[in-house]
């Protein structure tokens, strides 16, 4: 059974910092390419970021310089580190999972909460 589960979100003042962590079970890690996604009340849900089972990163404009994106597959965990946060970086954040050679294995963890106080 696939579980993605997200956990580091929280409250936290304009231009500090969160990690948030993606832990995966129930497939094979090193075959998926992984992303974090988010959601706004009232907004459709976005890319931030992704990295692919190769290693390779792509990252929304709005959050260049700021998150970065990073796997470790030893632990079957994916991060992001997200630094100089702005109150429009508040949302839910979900971690994705894509199979890179079966994209029609899709999966999403349950999101965990940011919110950047002004």
């Known amino acids: 059974q696939v579980h993605l589960v997200e956990s580091g979100g929280g409250l936290v003042q304009t231009g500090g910092s969160l990690r948030l962590s993606c832990a995966a079970s129930?497939?094979?890690?090193?075959?998926?390419?992984m992303g974090w996604y988010r959601q706004a009340p009232g907004k459709q849900r976005e890319l931030v970021a992704g990295i692919t089972s190769g290693g390779r990163t792509n990252y929304a404009d709005s959050v260049k310089g700021r998150f970065t994106i990073s796997r470790d597959n030893t632990k079957n965990t994916m991060y992001l580190q997200m630094n100089s946060l702005k109150p429009e970086d508040t949302a839910v954040y979900y971690c994705?999972?894509?199979?890179?050679?079966?994209?029609?294995?899709?999966?999403w963890g349950q999101g965990t909460q940011v919110t950047v106080s002004s």
């Open positions: 994705n999972a894509v199979g890179a050679a079966s994209p029609s294995h899709n999966y």
């Open positions: 129930g497939f094979i890690f090193t075959f998926y390419n």
